[in-house]
């Protein structure tokens, strides 16, 4: 009997939705960074614009300061979904 293959469809759209958001366009990123930062978090912040592995992120005023202490872990997990090096930094912008 044949086996079927089954290939991973999270790797090549990771990969396309960071070649749309570092031409300017990180809404394209809604998903990853929902994923990324669970439902919570995805509700009070958005991404903005990925530049250069620069990620800015709006976010809530009132989670600014928590945010901020976990931009390490956010771009770990935000790597770990569109690849080595897409982030390496998170600007926070208040709103």
Same mark, same amino acid.
């Given at each position: 009997?044949?086996?079927?293959?089954?290939?991973?469809?999270?790797? =090549? +759209?990771?990969?396309?939705?960071?070649?749309?958001?570092?031409?300017?366009? !990180?809404?394209? @990123?809604?998903? *990853?960074? /929902? &994923?990324?930062?669970?439902?919570?978090?995805?509700?009070?912040?958005? =991404? +903005?614009?990925?530049?250069?592995?620069?990620?800015?992120?709006?976010?809530? !005023?009132?989670? @600014?300061?928590? *945010?901020? /202490? &976990?931009?390490?872990?956010?771009?770990?997990?935000?790597?770990?979904?569109?690849?080595?090096?897409?982030?390496?930094?998170?600007?926070?912008?208040?709103?």
């Amino acid at each position: 009997m044949a086996r079927s293959e089954f290939t991973d469809l999270k790797g =090549p +759209l990771s990969r396309a939705l960071k070649q749309v958001a570092s031409r300017g366009r !990180a809404a394209a @990123l809604d998903p *990853v960074w /929902a &994923e990324a930062v669970g439902p919570a978090l995805s509700r009070q912040s958005r =991404p +903005l614009l990925l530049e250069d592995g620069r990620l800015t992120v709006e976010v809530d !005023a009132h989670l @600014l300061s928590s *945010v901020e /202490a &976990e931009k390490i872990l956010l771009i770990e997990r935000l790597n770990a979904r569109l690849g080595k090096s897409a982030v390496r930094q998170i600007v926070l912008q208040a709103r």
